[in-house]
């Protein structure tokens, strides 16, 4: 665990600022068109910039906007599988949690849902998340019984890697928010802390990544074709 929080925090560390530029572009953009729905308006941007995770503690590559040419053995970017089963995991988690709260007899609320969301979508992603990043190495000969098998270390790395770095901020986000109550919601400070929050957001999702793609190399010993420079980069 050490190794992965060290590797996540060196990457958020270098790609800070781009970082912090996205998100203020998503909640700049959400500030001024009030969507319905968030996610419809992030998931796509959000999901890419995973994959880019994905290939930073796989291959090693550096995050950037420019286009790179992928070294000797890596494949190429191809995004659109990669959206597929990531949407998968997170609709699924959500039918559950919505199935679950229904039968309850209280009325559902947001609270409640999300309540039953939180482990439904740490199954998911213990049992069938390491098809991420085989689908981010083109790996055709990975199995989901290879994933299933690995469920319970997976989600005990899950557990103490992006659950307690994604309850510190929650934390964090709960305390702020309280010391904001009564500053309107058209307030630029507001703005200012959403910003702060959504960037803060993308260390949890560095953590994830770095888990699922331990577990990966973990399952799938010398599966992946390696970049130059790749051993030094990668978690061990």
Not at 8 to 33: H, Q
Not at 99 to 128: D, E, N, W
Not at 183 to 192: E, N, Q
Request: proline share 6%; glycine share 8%.
């Amino acid at each position: 665990m050490a190794n992965i929080y060290r590797s996540s925090f060196k990457l958020f560390r270098d790609c800070f600022f781009s970082l912090l530029a996205l998100a203020t572009l998503i909640e700049v953009l959400i500030w001024f068109l009030k969507p319905r729905s968030e996610t419809a308006v992030t998931f796509v941007g959000l999901t890419i910039v995973a994959y880019l995770f994905h290939r930073y503690f796989l291959f090693g590559e550096t995050l950037s906007l420019r286009t790179q040419t992928p070294a000797e053995g890596v494949p190429a970017l191809k995004f659109g599988w990669f959206i597929l089963i990531s949407g998968g995991l997170v609709l699924v988690p959500v039918g559950l949690a919505l199935m679950f709260s229904f039968s309850m007899t209280i009325r559902p609320g947001t609270a409640l849902l999300l309540v039953m969301l939180v482990p439904c979508y740490l199954l998911m992603l213990s049992m069938f998340g390491l098809a991420l990043p085989a689908v981010v190495a083109r790996d055709s000969t990975y199995m989901v019984s290879q994933g299933l098998r690995a469920t319970f270390q997976t989600m005990w790395r899950l557990v103490l890697g992006p659950g307690v770095v994604g309850l510190r901020i929650l934390e964090l986000t709960v305390g702020v928010g309280l010391l904001l109550e009564g500053v309107p919601d058209d307030d630029p400070v507001i703005l200012g802390y959403f910003i702060a929050i959504r960037t803060l957001g993308f260390l949890t999702t560095i953590v994830a990544v770095a888990v699922l793609c331990e577990m990966y190399r973990m399952t799938r010993p010398g599966a992946l074709a390696w970049g130059p420079g790749q051993q030094d980069q990668t978690p061990s």
